[in-house]
Every structure is written in structure tokens, then in C-alpha cells.
């Protein structure tokens, strides 16, 4: 207990508790009533000095003690208890300071610290973790919040061990009422290698360069063997084979990198891991490209004109990603009309450069009720051969012409075509149904309604036998249970064949109509290898955070497990789940961010989930810049760890608070000397009996001294 004092001690927001404010009086009377005897008191000494009265000073004296008297005037006494220092220690346990040695640091830190502080009089420790989050280091938010928690008149210092690295710097107060010492993890000679993204473009053209800006760099004391002017830098899109190129070092470059298909294209970058580096898990970075084509160059070939003829068009033309150039032979070369051709007002089909000098410009050709009459020469069809061979596509809606000596399977591009014809035309009404293999075919699954046995669409009148051939899948069936859709793959091209002209029928809403627009989509799109309709992908979608989505789409009965390789090689086994015909997912959990790859069977795929290297380890050599403005302002000090933990000393406010003794580096903290008042009491300035004794003093004094006046 402190001895009495006659004030409150410590600012009053420093008080754990509300006490009542000290009143220096406490009125018997209403205080008009005591101003009005004051006054009078004054008006009757005014009086008998003008009257020359000796006595007139002790009767205006008389009147004011009156007044005080009723004032009630009395002296507060407050008693004030000490109240303990506070410390805070902050203990850093992020990602960072699992690095080899540094948690053995912490641990030996807190320990000798907590006794250090237990040890001081007077002195309560706060202990604060700093916990490992995905978005880093919040150290600054820990320090801030510790802060806020505690009364400012009783904090005696703050304590963090740490690596000095950390992720919300615009936390960090703005000043502390006691001195900040930062206990910095790791060893002085601790040197890592890290890959640094500076630019990467989210989007690019298929086929046409984008740059990514890097540098490798180097960080912290690195060893003589270690200085080397470049290092290699490995690239590999999409898990494919590495290309290894040196780099120069602490330099910014630009890497090209081509987008090879549409959608995700998952580019991986690595570094070689160099001896004696604090860690490896900034070495690499995943950047995915979403590949995206300028334009879709579609070429449609109608070989005369017809009922559903416009039907292509209408959808190409509808698209705006499509580039089309339509052509209809309305004029083969052996229609004799007898009208000139100098007469005619039609375009000549540019054979040539369609078929040799620019087919490799196309994504597409459609060839719509196409007959061979003599307008292509042999070597054309062998030069499409050859595109779509070479990665092309075609897709060949037929007629009866299929069933006729003018079929396209008699020309010289009948080996890629994925079907016969028998010569056979069949024409009756009959419904489109789906194939098991139909069914699992991103191109028709799910087009036929909930009950794919009755399908909801109405019928079509003819079609075209034939016979499939190699490993064609069909996916729609006709009359008579005949192949209706054809899908094939031929090389690294795409041919699809349609054997009936009647798709028009839906479109027209004949017998309810049907899903026209979306089937010829989908085949034009799947011809033109759009990844999401692709009949074997292995999808994932990220849904929130590291939690993850897998498809496996497949023509067979069934697929998986899957396995999933995370960054650190460990290979976990995800069973999938059967989710509609061809189609197996899985919701999965990541239990880190970073590069992981999938394979399943065949199937291969690279994902990328949050960045290669998480914030922790962007940079990993213990140091404090952000830290440091914070510590010089607050009279603090920055010192290491690998030098020993330091003695804890108290210092007075405006001391040194910190050094180096005959025992090593010490810390101090500074004591506040807070205290809070636990009671007040209250005494009357001058009994009662007192000021009645004083008043008539006074009186008394004043009618002697107007009774020796001696007369004039």
C-alpha cells in the first residue's frame, strides 16, 4: 500500500477502475444562496468603509467565512495500490521457422525468456503465438492486437522472436510507450536461391508467344563455391518433357512460352537446388496460361443447295469466335445450262489456295452434301488427307450422295473417312437414339434427356448405310439401328461424319424438333479439339482455397484411383466416384499449397494450387527491415538468436535498453510504476464548532476595533 497522497496518481485512461471525481466542496446551502451572502457580505464592508468605520475589513471577513463556512469545504485523501509491468512475447511459429535449427531457437528463447520475466518483481508476462496461415506472417497484427488489449501505462516492453519476415506490415502501430526488441532466428552465414516471378500473363493465343518476366536471386551470405555467374532454369509445360537453359543470375529476363492448346496451359519453372541453401521450396513456381484461339477459321463446302443448307451457316455465322468462308457449287462442271460463263455472276471457287496454298490456315472444313464431280483433282483430297493427318479436322455431313458413285469414300480421302457406305439409302421416318458410347461422348452425353431410351426429339426421314470402320466410335444410331454419328481420330486430326441430311428437321421444329444447334456445335467444336469436350480429360476445378474438384472423363467402365503427387513427392491414392455414364469425380482437400501432378492411367495433368511457393518461403534468411523504424522509435534492438539468448534487466525510462555486458547482449525492460487508487476519505476543512468560533473572531475583532476610535 503507498503512503496518502493528495492527488489521483497516473493519467486517468491508465485506471483499471472508475472511481468518482475529487470534490474540494460540498455545499450546505444552495449555492445562490451562499453567492447572495458573499455579496451582502461585500455590499456591508463597502458600506462602513464609506461610513469610516476602523472595523469595516473584520466585518466583510466575517461575512466571506460565513459564506465558506456553508460552502463546506473539506480535504480528499486517496490510498493507491502499485499495479504490475506488463510484457509482451511474441512467438513466432509460421512455416519459416520450421527451417532446420531455427524451431530448437524459439524454443530455447521462450523458455529462457518466461523465466527471465517470471523473475522480475512486479512483472506479468503475455504470451502471444503467431500461428501459420496461408497468407503469411501476421505478425504486425499480433503485435497491434496484444497491444490494444493491455492499459499503455502499465506495458513495460515487448519481446518477438522471430525471422524478422512478415506479411502485414501496414499493421504495425504507429509508436509504443515501451521499448520493442526483435530476438531474430537462424545463423548469420544462412544464404538461400530463390526464383522470382515478376510478370506472367494470365491469358495467351494458342500458337503465338507470350513472355513471362523472372530472375533467379540470390539472398543473404552466399558461399564463395555458390557465386556462379548462371544457373539452369528447367521449363515444361504441362508436365511434358524439360528444356534446360542457363540463366544469369540477380537479373531480370523474359522467358517465351507458346501456348499449345485451349484452356489451361500449366507452365513449370525450377531451379537446380544448390548445396547448403535454406531451403529448396522456393526453387519452383506453376503459372497457368489460359490458351485461347484469336479466331475459329472454318471452311463449309456445300455441294449444292438444299433444304438444310443454311443450317451450317446459321450456326457458324452465329458464333463470333468463327471466322467462316462458305462456298456452294451451284454450277458443277457437268451441268449444261447453255447460259455463258461470261454471263454468269458467280464467284470462281479458289481451288488452289484453298486446298494447298491456305488449308493449313483452317481449323475446320465442312463438307455439307459434298459430291465428287470433277471440281478437286486427286491430289487435293490427298493434300487433305495429309492436314488432317497433320493435326486437322473435317467433318462430313452426307446425303444420299454418300450411297452414289460420287461418294467422298471413292476419292482419295476415303481412307481417313471413319466409315463405308453400303450403297444403300434408307428413306424412312426414324428416331436418333444414343449408343452406350454415346452416352459417355462429351459430344452427345446428356442430349437425350433424362430417359436417353426416349429421347424427347422428333424423327428424321433418311439416311445413309455404312459400315464403321477401324477404331470409329458411334454415337448416334438410325434406322435400322445403322451408324448415324461417326466420331475418329486419324493421326493428330479429327473426322466426323454425319450420314444424314434431315438434322434441318429439328431445327424446323418437325415432331417437336430437337437439340440441332447444340449437337452441330458440339461436333464442330470437339472436331476443332475444344478441351471440354474431349472424350478422355482428367479435369480440375478449384473450387475454394486448396479444396479441389477432380473429373475424370472416359469412354471406359470405369477409372481411377487417382494419383496425386504433391510438391514435396508425396503420392496420395483418390478413389473416384461414379457421377453418370463415362463420367467419375472426387472433392479433395490439398494439405498445401503448390505444384501437384495427377496421373491416371494414360492420364496426366499438372495443377497448380495457390503459388509454387508459399509466402513463407519467398524469402527465408532471418532479417527485420520492416521491423526496424518500429525498434529505433521505441528505444529497442534488434539482435540474433545464434548469439545466445539475452539477459533481461529492467532499465528506467530514457536509458539505454540494451547492450552488450560482461555476460553477453542483454534486453531491458522499462518499469512503469503504474498505479491505481483503492479508496478515498474525505475531511472537513475546519470543524464546525471552528468556523464558528473564527466568524465571531471576527466580528468581535471589528466592533474593538470601531470601540477605540476615539471621538472627532
Not at 496518502?4 to 475529487?22: M, V
Not at 459417355?440 to 426416349?454: K, M, Q, S
Amino acid at each position: 500500500m503507498c503512503p496518502p497522497c493528495w492527488t489521483a496518481c497516473g493519467p486517468r485512461r491508465s485506471w483499471p477502475h472508475d472511481i468518482p471525481d475529487p470534490a474540494a466542496v460540498r455545499p450546505g446551502l444552495a449555492w445562490w444562496a451562499i453567492g447572495t451572502l458573499a455579496v451582502l457580505a461585500v455590499l456591508v464592508a463597502g458600506f462602513a468603509l464609506w461610513r469610516g468605520l476602523q472595523g469595516w475589513a473584520w466585518r466583510g471577513l466575517a461575512g466571506l467565512a460565513a459564506a465558506l463556512a456553508l460552502a463546506g469545504p473539506a480535504l480528499e485523501l486517496g490510498t493507491r495500490a502499485a499495479l504490475s509491468d506488463i510484457v509482451i512475447l511474441l512467438d513466432d511459429r509460421s512455416a519459416s521457422q520450421a527451417l532446420p535449427g531455427r524451431g530448437a531457437q524459439v524454443d530455447q528463447a521462450v523458455d529462457d525468456l518466461s523465466a527471465g520475466i517470471a523473475a522480475l518483481p512486479g512483472t506479468d508476462l503475455r504470451r502471444v503465438t503467431v500461428a501459420d496461415s496461408d497468407d503469411g506472417t501476421a505478425l504486425a497484427t499480433a503485435v497491434s492486437r496484444a497491444i490494444a488489449a493491455e492499459p499503455e501505462a502499465r506495458l513495460a516492453g515487448v519481446i518477438a522472436v522471430t525471422d524478422g519476415r512478415l506479411h502485414d506490415a501496414q499493421m504495425l502501430p504507429q509508436g509504443l510507450a515501451a521499448p520493442l526488441h526483435v530476438l531474430l532466428t537462424g545463423q548469420p552465414q544462412d544464404w538461400d536461391r530463390r526464383l522470382v516471378i515478376e510478370e506472367a500473363p494470365a491469358f495467351g493465343l494458342i500458337g503465338q508467344e507470350v513472355t513471362i518476366r523472372l530472375r533467379v536471386e540470390d539472398q543473404g551470405t552466399v558461399p564463395d563455391e555458390s557465386r556462379t555467374g548462371s544457373v539452369n532454369l528447367r521449363l515444361s509445360v504441362d508436365g511434358e518433357d524439360e528444356q534446360t537453359v542457363a540463366v544469369p543470375l540477380n537479373t531480370s529476363l523474359s522467358l517465351p512460352v507458346t501456348p499449345g492448346h485451349a484452356g489451361q496451359n500449366v507452365v513449370q519453372i525450377a531451379l537446380d537446388d544448390a548445396p547448403g541453401e535454406l531451403t529448396d521450396r522456393n526453387n519452383a513456381a506453376a503459372i497457368s496460361i489460359n490458351g485461347v484461339r484469336d479466331r475459329l477459321r472454318v471452311l463449309l463446302v456445300s455441294g449444292e443447295p438444299h433444304a438444310g443448307e443454311r443450317t451450317w451457316r446459321n450456326l457458324l455465322k452465329s458464333d463470333a469466335a468463327v471466322d467462316l468462308i462458305h462456298f456452294t457449287i451451284l454450277r458443277p462442271p457437268d451441268k449444261f445450262d447453255g447460259v455463258p460463263v461470261d454471263e454468269l455472276s458467280l464467284i470462281a471457287f479458289p481451288t488452289r489456295e484453298l486446298f494447298l496454298e491456305r488449308i493449313d490456315d483452317f481449323d475446320l472444313i465442312i463438307f455439307d452434301r459434298y459430291s465428287v464431280r470433277g471440281i478437286l483433282p486427286p491430289e487435293y483430297y490427298m493434300n487433305i488427307a495429309r492436314y488432317v493427318e497433320e493435326g486437322g479436322a473435317i467433318l462430313v455431313s452426307a446425303g444420299p450422295e454418300m450411297a452414289s458413285v460420287e461418294s467422298l469414300h471413292l476419292s482419295p480421302l476415303g481412307p481417313i473417312l471413319p466409315a463405308q457406305p453400303t450403297g444403300r439409302v434408307i428413306e424412312q421416318p426414324f428416331l436418333p437414339r444414343l449408343t452406350d458410347d454415346g452416352r459417355r461422348h462429351p459430344v452427345t452425353a446428356g442430349l437425350g434427356g433424362p430417359d436417353p431410351d426416349a429421347p424427347d426429339w422428333g424423327r428424321w426421314l433418311r439416311m445413309s448405310e455404312v459400315t464403321p470402320t477401324g477404331d470409329a466410335q458411334v454415337a448416334m444410331t438410325g434406322a435400322e439401328d445403322k451408324p448415324l454419328l461417326i466420331l475418329d481420330r486419324v493421326g493428330e486430326g479429327r473426322v466426323a461424319l454425319l450420314t444424314s441430311d434431315q438434322v434441318w428437321l429439328w431445327g424446323r421444329g418437325f415432331e417437336g424438333g430437337g437439340p440441332q444447334l447444340e449437337l452441330l456445335r458440339r461436333i464442330a467444336h470437339w472436331s476443332m479439339k475444344e478441351p471440354e469436350l474431349e472424350e478422355e480429360a482428367l479435369l480440375a476445378d478449384v473450387s475454394d482455397g486448396l479444396a479441389v474438384r477432380f473429373t475424370r472423363r472416359t469412354m471406359q467402365d470405369g477409372a481411377g484411383p487417382l494419383q496425386v503427387t504433391g510438391p514435396d513427392g508425396t503420392v496420395t491414392q483418390v478413389p473416384l466416384a461414379a457421377d453418370g455414364p463415362g463420367r467419375f469425380v472426387a472433392d479433395w482437400t490439398a494439405p498445401e499449397p503448390g505444384l501437384y501432378r495427377l496421373a491416371d492411367g494414360d492420364m496426366r495433368r499438372v495443377l497448380a494450387l495457390g503459388p509454387a511457393a508459399p509466402r513463407e518461403f519467398e524469402e527465408t534468411v532471418a532479417d527485420a527491415p520492416l521491423l526496424a523504424p518500429l525498434v529505433e522509435a521505441s528505444g529497442g534492438s534488434v539482435q540474433r538468436l545464434s548469439d545466445g539468448v539475452p539477459d533481461l534487466r529492467q532499465t528506467r525510462a530514457g536509458r539505454a535498453a540494451s547492450g552488450d555486458g560482461l555476460g553477453g547482449p542483454w534486453i531491458g525492460v522499462t518499469p512503469r510504476d503504474a498505479a491505481t487508487v483503492t479508496g478515498l476519505d474525505r475531511r472537513p476543512l475546519l470543524p464546525g464548532w471552528a468556523w464558528l468560533a473564527l466568524i465571531a473572531g471576527l466580528i468581535l475583532t471589528g466592533w474593538l476595533a470601531e470601540g477605540r476610535r476615539r471621538p472627532a
